[in-house]
């Protein structure tokens, strides 16, 4: 009788019903659904970034799929006699020839190659610039540390991954690009010759390397990439989204939007957008015409050689570099070459550990989901600034040809620039930043303690010209001061009760002092208490 029932009702649910009913019986996606489906996110324009790295790298996915049917990556000597007039009889690898293949005679080739590579320079962008938003908001602190990490090794990644594909065409700019990695493998001391011998299966370039990096470009890397993507995203869910402050957002919740269908819809649009906008640009804007280049040959490099945006400060470093080689027991160590492929690697590790310094600096062990104005973390966004501008001085340093021809400038001159710069500038930046952070929350003490300027000036019956401060709302008030502001540490007195010389870890004593200089007097500007707020506006320092 029972099943009677069951079947009776089963035949009536609509078709949808049954397909839901029928895939969470074995998918269980009912409970999942329910979970994540309406959950929440807070809105910030900064949050889109995140967003932009990820539509761009669904782009390079789908194109890269269409790029595979037609590529052949392989260094076996062919001569071409393809629709390309200049080329025709030229000798070159079967990877160029199917390069220009795919440039000339595939249907879509080029416009889909163009877009892989625009998507390519902007999904390195958008992940930039989406770090960078993570860095300045403190949304690396607890519990987003390791998600942090994650982040930091898709940037790595697909640096490298830009690297091998741009590699692969075997162009002579791709392979004066290969030509510099080589040489910098070549300049570590002890294993780099072995590296090298293997990677390009004996001697540079050999006839391997486009093989070997086609399928670490297509599979090994962008593999690694999507488990880490896949991973980086289930912990934003996790942890939620971080949100600014404002009235009714706390530590514990999350004010915003349900995913679907708000999100789910904002999402879809702008996916379309993204793409749209790298199908224009890919369309109108010429990228990587191999064609005008040529064919990789040892013993050529062509001019104003630049490799793409994100592998230009590597490039810087080796560029403003002296050419130092020293003698040791008979081997020559090419310190030119090595210091600039060491900095490389310790500018990234250094920004990819920040959280772990920051914790180990203010010993927090809470859980922060409010982002951080910048302002409001002054030491943190002039380290921020800093780095980017020595990241940025590297890239300036990277094109310096470029620079010398379009602007009429001496190549020296610029490489001293840099030399000098490398220090000076972010020195300059971390100062200059930190100040205005400082100015900035001066103004906000200020906007809460005397209200906004209104530019309107009002005269007195006595001749005193006064300007008008409106009061803010409760709101603004509420979000200009719900930030902690951290004490800076004290390693108390260097004696004990009894007169003995307490021993003081130096590892303390530096956190003391770089306490200090993040949190201690003149490095912050005291947030108005609500005492200040009540004695102020209650009479008479109010406007
Ligand atoms: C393939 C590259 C990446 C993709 C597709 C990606 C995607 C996203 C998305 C969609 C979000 C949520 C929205 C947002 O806050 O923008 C997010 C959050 C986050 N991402 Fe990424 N991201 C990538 C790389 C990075 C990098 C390079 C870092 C840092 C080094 C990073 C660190 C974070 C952190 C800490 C959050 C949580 C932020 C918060 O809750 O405020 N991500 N990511
Ligand atoms: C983060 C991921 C990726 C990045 C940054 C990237 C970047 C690039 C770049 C800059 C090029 C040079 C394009 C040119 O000729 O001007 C290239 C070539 C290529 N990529 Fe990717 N790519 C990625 C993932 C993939 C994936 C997943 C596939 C395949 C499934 C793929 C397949 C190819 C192929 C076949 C070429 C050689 C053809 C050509 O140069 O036009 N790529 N890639």
């Not at 869910?237 to 530590?251: D, I, L, M």
């Not at 920040?354 to 302002?375: C, M, N, Q, S, V």
């Not at 379009?406 to 500038?425: E, Q, Y």
């Not at 007169?499 to 306490?515: D, N, T, Y």
Request: with cysteine; charged share 15%; proline share 5%.
């Amino acid at each position: 009788m029972s099943t009677t029932t069951t079947n009776e009702s089963r035949r009536k649910a609509p078709a949808g019903e049954r397909v839901a009913d029928w895939a969470d019986g074995r998918l269980g996606i009912y409970g999942l659904a329910k979970a994540n489906m309406r959950k929440i996110f807070p809105d910030h324009w900064s949050f889109m970034l995140g967003e932009v790295a990820l539509y761009s790298f669904i782009i390079i996915i789908l194109t890269g799929v269409y790029l595979t049917l037609f590529f052949h990556p392989s260094m076996n000597e062919v001569t071409y006699h393809g629709s390309y007039e200049p080329m025709q009889g030229i000798m070159m690898s079967e990877a160029y020839a199917s390069t220009l293949e795919i440039s000339f005679d595939v249907r879509g080739g080029l416009l889909i190659r163009q877009i892989h590579h625009w998507a390519a320079l902007l999904f390195l962008a958008g992940m930039f610039v989406h770090m960078m938003r993570v860095f300045f908001t403190g949304a690396f602190r607890k519990p987003r540390e390791i998600n942090w990490l994650f982040g930091f090794l898709l940037f790595v990644l697909g640096m490298f991954t830009g690297f091998t594909g741009y590699s692969l065409p075997d162009d002579l700019l791709s392979g004066t690009g290969v030509r510099f990695t080589q040489g910098a493998i070549l300049s570590m001391p002890v294993v780099g010759t072995y590296i090298s011998m293997f990677l390009f299966g004996g001697e540079f370039p050999g006839t391997d390397f486009v093989a070997r990096f086609y399928s670490i470009h297509i599979l090994l890397l962008p593999g690694i990439m999507l488990g880490l993507l896949v991973a980086h995203l289930i912990l934003v869910f996790f942890h939620k989204h971080t949100q600014f402050a404002g009235p009714g957002r706390t530590n514990k919740n999350v004010v915003g939007m349900p995913l679907l269908p708000i999100y789910m819809a904002k999402a879809g649009g702008f996916f379309f957008l993204v793409f749209g906008m790298i199908a224009a640009i890919s369309a109108i804007a010429q990228i990587n015409p191999i064609w005008a280049i040529g064919p990789y040959r040892a013993d050529q490099v062509s001019t104003g050689a630049q490799p793409d945006w994100y592998m230009g400060f590597a490039e810087g470093l080796i560029r403003f570099m002296p050419g130092w080689e020293v003698n040791l027991w008979g081997h020559t160590l090419v310190l030119g070459v090595f210091i600039p492929l060491v900095l490389f690697g310790l500018l990234l590790v250094i920004f990819a550990l920040y959280p772990f310094f920051e914790a180990w600096l203010t010993g927090d062990k809470r859980e922060h989901h409010i982002a951080d104005r910048p302002r409001n973390a002054p030491t943190r966004t002039a380290f921020g600034v800093a780095w980017v501008t020595m990241y940025l001085i590297m890239l300036v340093g990277g094109g310096n040809d470029l620079w010398a021809t379009h602007f009429h400038l001496s190549i020296n001159a610029i490489t001293w620039f840099v030399r000098i710069f490398f220090i000076v500038g972010p020195l300059l930046a971390f100062i200059i930043t930190k100040r205005i952070c400082m100015g900035l929350q001066r103004r906000d003490r200020d906007k809460v303690l005397h209200g906004r300027e209104t530019g309107i000036i009002k005269r007195l019956p006595h001749g005193e010209f006064v300007e008008i401060h409106e009061p803010l709302s409760q709101a603004k008030l509420h979000s200009l001061t719900a930030h902690d502001q951290y004490e800076p540490i004290e390693i108390g007195p260097t004696v004990d009760e009894n007169g003995v010389e307490r021993k003081i870890p130096l590892s303390q004593k530096l956190r003391a002092k770089l306490s200090k200089g993040y949190f201690g007097e003149g490095n912050q500007i005291p947030k108005p208490t609500a005492e200040e707020y009540r004695e102020i506006t209650s009479g008479h320092g109010h406007h």
